[in-house]
């Protein structure tokens, strides 16, 4: 994580903390962003699966015939 003591020894004391504060909103806006793009990609790829018309009954024991 970048210090907000390295910008202001870089850039000065006023252009310092302006630089850290955008590059720390940039940074946050990207994470924002690609949990949202994981989330739609999860609800899109359940939606693509379509559910069986007539799904096989569950059996609750083995069936023998006698």
Same mark, same amino acid.
């Given at each position: 994580m970048r210090k907000l003591e390295s910008y202001v *020894? +870089?850039?000065g004391p006023e252009a310092g903390p302006k630089l850290y504060?955008?590059?720390q909103s940039q940074a946050a806006h990207a994470g924002v962003s *690609? +949990?949202?793009r994981?989330?739609?990609a999860a609800l899109a790829e359940q939606r693509s699966r379509p559910l069986p018309l007539f799904p096989?009954?569950?059996m609750s024991g083995p069936v023998t015939s006698e």
């Amino acid at each position: 994580m970048r210090k907000l003591e390295s910008y202001v *020894a +870089r850039y000065g004391p006023e252009a310092g903390p302006k630089l850290y504060q955008v590059l720390q909103s940039q940074a946050a806006h990207a994470g924002v962003s *690609a +949990r949202l793009r994981r989330k739609i990609a999860a609800l899109a790829e359940q939606r693509s699966r379509p559910l069986p018309l007539f799904p096989e009954p569950a059996m609750s024991g083995p069936v023998t015939s006698e």
